[in-house]
């Protein structure tokens, strides 16, 4: 099972970006997935989460109004729209699949992140 983040590159701030996450290996639709990131020198932290059919989505405050998390379960895909970038937005960020919350703990599968960098 493996799940491959993408779409990462480097922005200015204000621009926007759209990351995709498609596990292979195995269907995710029955699983929640969220995005983490993690900033050079700091502890990896909650992005945002979704729920397995798309219904309930959960982001950090941080994000809030910026990022839209999404899913096409026909396409095995989850994204995460990041709108209004930040320079402090400049992280690895990466997938995750089996839970829905805030804590890393809570799921199963990780993948490879993608590294996005925002200049301000």
């Known amino acids: 099972v493996q799940l491959q983040a993408s779409g990462g590159g480097l922005v200015q701030a204000g621009g926007s970006l759209r990351l995709s996450c498609a596990p292979s290996g195995r269907t995710f639709s029955n699983y929640g997935m969220g995005w983490f990131r993690q900033a050079p020198g700091k502890e990896r932290e909650f992005v945002a989460a979704i729920s397995s059919r798309g219904g309930s989505t959960y982001y950090a405050d941080f994000v809030k109004g910026r990022f839209t998390i999404s899913r096409v379960n026909a396409k095995n895909t989850v994204y995460l729209q990041m709108n209004s970038l930040k320079p402090e937005d400049t992280a690895v960020y990466f997938c995750?699949?089996?839970?829905?919350?805030?804590?890393?703990?809570?799921?199963?599968?990780w993948g490879q992140g993608t590294l996005v960098t925002v200049s301000s």
């Open positions: 995750a699949a089996g839970g829905y919350g805030s804590s890393w703990s809570l799921y199963s599968y």
